[in-house]
């Protein structure tokens, strides 16, 4: 039988990065307009996308391609990938923010299209905890792919083990995760020199500023589909290529995947403190609401914590950003900080309630502690 070459096209988009919001989500509706014309005229042809922040603007603002999407979603012709809310800085973000950003993406997408991933996806990120292992896999994946740093690893594929002991599979994109105009039939050549015994996959499309799949491409695809002799190259999906990877032949990698892009864990710093924040204010407004049986819209909750998922985008938080980017995440994070607020005082004044009156002399203090347990100044 003769091994597989795996083609995974995508579509890498940066809602914001040397563009503002508004521009990186045109780009996301052009490249979905793209690639679902693509899917319904090529037969067999495959499009892979991750991020139910994007989806969110299609569905917004263009709800017939939205519902094009839905059909190839279930035709087979066009994959949810990765599962996340979106691509988010992989080392400064708490446990409990990459819980969310799974959750909120997984329930999206399940709600939506029915679809639970297996793989997670972070291409870009400048690092990755190995925190993170534990919670991929008690979450329901058992795959990972990033591409940064380049070539931690000397081979594409590993075993990554977390803290606990968890395990999960590895994939490092090491001939990254896109592909120039007309040039990804060179890629695949050229990839071939790296290749390992058994299957193998190369990512393709164009990305950053969107794109996906071009005609060129696609068509010179299709005839090197036909003329090649020594592999069987489909169009596939990163699950699908797990499926045949081996996993006793791989190396146990038992550490943090970091790191690169130093200089840009200091820049921007306004961005880096509103987030945290915010992130510790939105848990503690949870735990406040949940004991004061306090009424709230679940919906404006939601929009808090999507302010602060957005913000934790990997251009975003590390700050690689131009100076209008910056200004739209600190923005939205005001946003999500005044609704957060809101709820807080609400809470606190109904925790207030019904408290023994002090005695004559004495001045109350009321300290609301969110911890399961005893704290001390």
């Given amino acids: 039988m003769k ?56 569905e917004e603002h263009e709800p017939e391609l939205f519902h094009r999407i839905k059909k190839l979603v279930d035709e087979g012709k066009w994959r949810i990938m990765g599962g996340w809310y979106i691509q988010p800085d992989c080392l400064m973000p708490t446990g409990e923010s990459f819980i969310r950003q799974i959750e909120v993406g997984n329930r999206y997408f399940m709600e939506k299209f029915g679809v639970k991933t297996k793989t997670a996806v972070n ?22 792919v990033f591409m940064r740093p380049l070539k931690i690893v000397p081979e594409n594929d590993f075993i990554w083990r977390g803290y606990d002991g968890s395990e999960i599979i590895g994939h490092n994109t090491n001939s990254g995760y896109n592909s120039h105009i007309g040039r990804a039939v ?31 491409d696609l068509e010179e695809i299709g005839q090197y589909m036909k003329k090649e002799k020594e592999f069987d190259v489909i169009h596939s999906s990163f699950e699908k290529y797990f499926d045949s990877v ?15 892009m130093v200089g840009c864990y200091s820049s921007m710093s306004k961005v880096k403190r509103k987030h945290r924040s915010i992130e510790g204010k939105l848990d503690l407004c949870e735990k406040m ?14 929009e808090a914590e999507k302010a602060l998922l957005y913000s934790e985008f990997h251009d975003s938080l590390p700050g690689t950003m131009i100076k209008e ?5 600190l923005s939205l994070l005001s946003f999500g900080e005044e609704i957060l607020d809101r709820y807080c005082e609400k809470a606190f004044f109904r ?15 009321m300290v609301f502690n969110p911890h399961p347990y005893k704290i001390t100044k």
């Fill in 351 to 365: 925790l207030c309630r019904g408290q023994k009156k002090v005695n004559d002399g004495e001045i109350p203090i």
């Fill in 123 to 144: 291409f870009d990120s400048f690092g990755h905890t190995r925190g993170l292992v534990q919670i991929l896999k008690k979450t329901g994946y058992d795959s990972y």
């Fill in 246 to 260: 081996d996993m006793s032949k791989l190396r146990v990698i038992d550490k943090s995947m970091i790191h690169c």
């Fill in 289 to 302: 609401l949940a004991v004061s049986d306090t009424d709230y819209n679940k919906k404006e909750l939601l």
């Fill in 3 to 58: 091994r597989k070459i795996h083609l995974l096209c995508n579509a890498h988009i940066d809602p914001v990065w040397l563009w503002e919001k508004r521009e990186g989500c045109a780009e996301a509706i052009s490249t979905f307009r793209v690639a679902a014309d693509f899917c319904e005229k090529y037969d067999g042809f495959i499009f892979n996308h991750n991020e139910s922040f994007l989806y969110e603007i299609v």
């Fill in 325 to 329: 980017a910056e200004e739209n995440v």
């Fill in 186 to 216: 060179i890629k695949i050549e050229n990839a071939k020199q790296r290749f390992h015994d058994g299957d193998n996959l190369v990512c393709w499309g164009i990305g950053d500023h969107g794109g996906g799949p071009s005609k060129i």
